[in-house]
């Protein structure tokens, strides 16, 4: 404990990574199926990987390249936000993953000490990129009871009273964990209400392309807005690692202050990633629908598990590729019940206290094929018909 004193007091009082504690409660149980992990079960395009395999002994692979990406890829990025996102006024930074997007974002727009806001369910990585970074002051607004939607009356009231105003408030969309889709109407309702309070808005749109039942996701732009885009899910990316930032061109100096952090970190995103990432790029957004429109069967199968918990216990699967489950009133301890069903069940979800909302639990449908999403689910099933009917017994 006595060292503890000459570590970082900003690190060691950030959260522990629950996917960190969930590989090994996945590790620690035996034959257990994880329905925790954020993944998809798909790889990247296999002609995508073949140009890739013939790159390897190209010198420029080894070397450093751009901070901020390489020409090619940067280049099909902008046409893309243009095409697909409706962005016009932004430029792109490549990183390697959404989650260094992210904790560049926090390096670039806050001081230690600065008040931000997010939403519960929260993205936990999110939460902790604030925490290790120094901004304490992490304002959690509630979610809508019905619709996991951020409350936009709590927000325009927090902004106004709330001394120094936010610096930035920030969602995911499609939701991380929540698995909803903030309509495009809500969301110019809170960029509106940033922009009058001077706050930035940053838009993790890593599940763009994860919309289900017809729903179509929309991107917002302005000299306040910063959206991040991610290649894990959509191209089975997710050991790859690279995401992207795009962010107001027209916005002084941003450009230079995001390069002093990006040269810190990784000085650039993997180079050979970055080209698989462009080949993938070429394939098109059609290439992600197709797969993502298949996992909705892999939704229904777990909705149908969850019935357990009864009628309204279950939100989201809007998109993304979560469900989120409420536990009967007495589990408001998750992670007892998380540990409980990877231990007895051999199924592992993860607790819904690590997004600041606990007696939950996020519910993952990317990672499985169908028939082992089946298996999965009987296994989720067993253990929640046990748990409503007995409780938990060892």
Same mark, same amino acid.
């Given at each position: ?83 697909e996102n409706k962005l ?23 001081? *230690? !000490?600065?008040?931000? @806001?997010?939403?519960?369910? $929260?993205?936990?990585?999110? =939460?902790?990129?604030?925490?290790? #970074? ?62 009058? *309070? !001077?706050?930035?808005? @940053?838009?993790?749109?890593? $599940?763009?392309?994860?919309? =289900?039942?017809?729903?179509?996701? #929309? ?17 089975g990316m997710m050991g ?55 996992l909705v069967k892999n ?96």
């Amino acid at each position: 404990m006595g060292s503890y004193g000459k570590l970082a007091r900003r690190a060691v009082e950030t959260d522990m990574p629950i996917m960190v504690q969930i590989q090994e409660l996945v590790r620690g149980a035996k034959n257990a199926v994880s329905l925790a992990q954020g993944v998809v079960y798909w790889q990247p395009p296999k002609q995508a990987l073949n140009k890739v395999k013939e790159l390897v002994w190209e010198p420029s692979i080894s070397c450093y390249g751009s901070d901020e990406g390489i020409p090619p890829l940067r280049e099909a990025l902008i046409k893309k936000l243009g095409q697909e996102n409706k962005l016009f006024k932004s430029s792109v930074m490549v990183t390697a993953g959404a989650n260094q997007a992210f904790v560049n974002l926090v390096l670039t727009l806050c001081d *230690a !000490g600065d008040s931000v @806001v997010m939403f519960a369910p $929260y993205y936990f990585n999110a =939460y902790m990129s604030f925490q290790m #970074t120094g901004v304490t002051n992490i304002l959690v607004g509630p979610g809508h009871p019905e619709t996991l939607h951020p409350d936009a009356d709590w927000l325009e009231k927090t902004l106004l009273e709330t001394i120094p105003v936010p610096k930035v408030v920030t969602v995911v969309n499609p939701g991380n964990p929540s698995g909803t889709y903030i309509p495009e109407p809500l969301l110019q309702r809170i960029s509106d209400l940033c922009k009058q *309070a !001077g706050s930035w808005l @940053v838009v993790d749109n890593t $599940y763009e392309y994860f919309m =289900y039942d017809g729903r179509k996701h #929309t991107c917002l732009e302005g000299s306040h807005i910063v959206n991040i885009f991610s290649f894990s899910k959509a191209y089975g990316m997710m050991g790859w690692r690279v995401g992207y930032i795009a962010y107001p061109t027209e916005v002084e100096g941003f450009a230079t202050q995001l390069l002093k952090v990006q040269d810190n970190i990784p000085i650039c995103a993997s180079i050979l990633s970055q080209h698989l990432a462009l080949y993938s790029l070429e394939m098109g957004p059609e290439w992600v629908t197709e797969r993502v429109k298949d996992l909705v069967k892999n939704r229904d199968i777990l909705v149908e598990a969850l019935s357990p918990l009864g009628e309204d216990a279950v939100k989201g699967g809007e998109g993304a590729i979560y469900l989120w489950a409420k536990l009967p009133d007495k589990y408001l301890d998750d992670s007892k019940v998380v540990h409980w069903l990877a231990t007895r069940h051999g199924v592992v979800v993860i607790p819904g206290g690590a997004c600041g909302c606990p007696g939950h639990m996020r519910i993952s449908f990317g990672g499985l094929r169908e028939e082992d999403c089946k298996a999965a689910a009987e296994r989720l099933r067993r253990g929640l018909e046990e748990l409503v009917k007995d409780g938990m017994e060892e």
